[in-house]
């Protein structure tokens, strides 16, 4: 349950499910796809730095992210690039992109296809 201010509640996990239903879902998952860790060849969307995606009735998107590591040398930078991605996409009013160290990010998070590219299957 969450607060009227839509802020999490005691013991409440921060990350929600993302809007999958908005018409602009798919072209803001495309366009996370388009940004890449340096250090790493796969995007960021497939690697699971994306948590999630939540597109208000107004067209605002907003995303929650993470990084491989805390220490992580483009932590200042990354946010920013996901922000350039998607603001280009027809119909989006606004985007804010926070960062989260909650959950830490693990290998478990990645799809089969980053998994795969990476040679971990």
């Known amino acids: 349950m969450m607060n009227s201010d839509a802020t999490p509640m005691e013991g409440e ?43 208000n009735p107004e067209s605002e998107v907003k995303v929650t992210m993470t990084l491989t590591a805390p220490g992580c040398p483009v932590a200042g930078d990354m946010p920013g690039w996901v922000a350039e991605a998607i603001e280009p996409i027809p119909g989006v009013k606004h985007v804010e992109v926070d960062l989260t160290w909650d ?4 290998m478990e998070m990645m799809s089969d296809e980053a998994r795969l590219e990476l040679g971990f299957m």
């Open 13 to 55: 996990p921060l990350i929600r499910p993302s809007d999958t239903e908005h018409p602009l879902h798919d072209s803001v998952v495309e366009a996370c796809r388009t940004v890449f860790d340096p250090e790493i060849p796969v995007n960021i969307y497939d690697l699971g730095l994306i948590y999630t995606i939540n597109i």
């Open 103 to 106: 959950p830490p990010w693990g």
